[in-house]
């Protein structure tokens, strides 16, 4: 059975940074593209980023330059490096396997989904 948990979720001031993780049981996350969603109050989820098996990334445009996403295969666990934090990014946040790239992150059908960690950016 796929578990996927996320955690590093927080509160955060405009301009800080939070590294959020993806830890994963019941799955190998090396052999898979993981990806990181969000979804806002009353809005759609998005996807943010999406980390193939091979290592490539892809990033929403909102995000270009501020998320890192990366992978340590060793710890099974996938993350999502967030600098210069805008309150436009506050969202639940979760992550997935079965990413992929076609002119936006999606996910298949097939996926499996984290429960979400909370980002909220305020001062």
């Known amino acids: 059975q796929v578990q996927l948990v996320e955690s590093g979720g927080g509160l955060v001031q405009p301009g800080g940074s939070l590294r959020l993780s993806c830890a994963a049981s019941?799955?190998?996350?090396?052999?898979?593209?993981i990806g990181w969603f969000r979804q806002a109050p009353g809005k759609e989820r998005e996807g943010v980023s999406c980390?193939?098996?091979?290592?490539?990334?892809y990033y929403h445009d909102s995000v270009k330059g501020r998320f890192t996403t990366s992978r340590d295969n060793a710890k099974n666990t996938v993350y999502l490096q967030m600098n210069s934090l805008l309150f436009e990014d506050t969202a639940v946040y979760y992550c997935?396997?079965?990413?992929?790239?076609?002119?936006?992150?999606?996910?298949?059908?097939?996926?499996?989904w984290g429960q979400g960690t909370q980002v909220t950016v305020s001062s």
């Open positions: 980390i193939t098996s091979d290592g490539t990334t």
């Open positions: 997935a396997t079965d990413c992929y790239f076609f002119g936006r992150i999606a996910i298949m059908k097939f996926g499996s």
């Open positions: 019941g799955v190998t996350l090396a052999y898979y593209a």
